[in-house]
């Protein structure tokens, strides 16, 4: 994807089973995607808990967040039961969503990319983010949202 691109028009189930799309903010809130490689590892449980602690941040900025990885509903209800994370976790088990933002593998292939998307509320990309170091994203996607407030 590049700047200015809209997000695509997916549908994927969130963490309670229940269909999301991502054109359903368009019009109503900024929202922040962020891919990551598997619930309950290290790095993106410091990611995914990252957000957590800045969500009201990003919810005084009118953003959303959502965290996307290839493991099941169940598992993300687990994830985000244990760790208290208030926010939208989407399964994308057969790397459809993964596909359509062009997340690149890390590692040789071997691991799935962690990368970070911006959007503002009408759905157009105003900056994405690559890099395996799990404690970046979190703060790069709040001072992006900060500089674009209008």
């Excluded at 963490?15 to 368009?26: A, V």
């Excluded at 598992?75 to 760790?83: E, G, I, T």
């Excluded at 989407?90 to 962690?114: C, H, I, M, T, W």
Aim: glycine fraction near 8%; include cysteine; aromatic fraction near 12%.
């Amino acid at each position: 994807m590049k700047i200015g691109d809209k997000v695509p028009d997916l549908e994927l189930k969130d963490q309670h089973g229940n269909n999301f799309r991502f054109h359903h903010l368009i019009g109503k809130k900024a929202f922040v995607v962020y891919f990551y490689p598997k619930d309950f590892t290290p790095g993106c449980t410091k990611e995914a808990c990252s957000f957590r602690d800045s969500y009201e941040e990003f919810k005084k900025l009118g953003a959303e967040v959502i965290g996307i990885s290839g493991d099941s509903e169940q598992s993300h209800f687990k994830f985000a039961d244990r760790y208290n994370l208030p926010y939208i976790f989407l399964s994308d088990q057969n790397k459809k969503a993964r596909n359509e933002f062009g997340v690149k593998p890390n590692l040789l292939g071997l691991l799935p990319g962690r990368e970070t998307f911006i959007f503002d509320k009408d759905g157009k990309l105003l900056h994405n983010f690559n890099n395996m170091n799990a404690k970046r994203h979190m703060p790069e996607a709040l001072a992006v949202l900060k500089k674009n407030q209008h």
